[in-house]
């Protein structure tokens, strides 16, 4: 059984940055999309980021440019490294991975306030 733990999350100021981890562990076998979504507090869960075994990344219009994910295989592991943040980008962020049933992890908050 597949289980994502993730780590991370906190509080920053308008403009700072933050980088979320997310390791899995369990039977992981052939190649597998790794990313993140976000759900802000009475919104719906969105998109973020992905990447793929081969690090093809694709990125939300709301982040590219001040987001970055990357990965490391031998590690089963996810990043999210999050720079310029805005008020907006405070949600819970949740990894996921396709093996191939979408497994999810338990979320961390992220807060962006001054």
């Known amino acids: 059984q597949v289980q994502l733990v993730e780590s991370g999350g906190g509080s920053v100021q308008p403009g700072g940055s933050l980088r979320l981890s997310c390791a899995a562990s369990?039977?992981?076998?052939?190649?597998?999309?790794m990313g993140w979504y976000r759900q802000a507090l009475g919104q719906q869960r969105e998109y973020v980021a992905s990447?793929?075994?081969?690090?093809?990344?694709k990125y939300a219009d709301s982040v590219r440019g001040r987001f970055t994910i990357s990965r490391d295989n031998a590690k089963n592991s996810v990043y999210l490294q999050m720079n310029s943040l805005k008020p907006e980008d405070t949600a819970v962020y949740y990894c996921?991975?396709?093996?191939?049933?979408?497994?999810w992890g338990q979320g961390t908050q992220v807060t962006v306030s001054s």
């Open positions: 996921y991975c396709n093996v191939p049933k979408t497994i």
């Open positions: 369990g039977s992981i076998f052939g190649p597998y999309v």
């Open positions: 990447i793929t075994s081969g690090a093809s990344t």
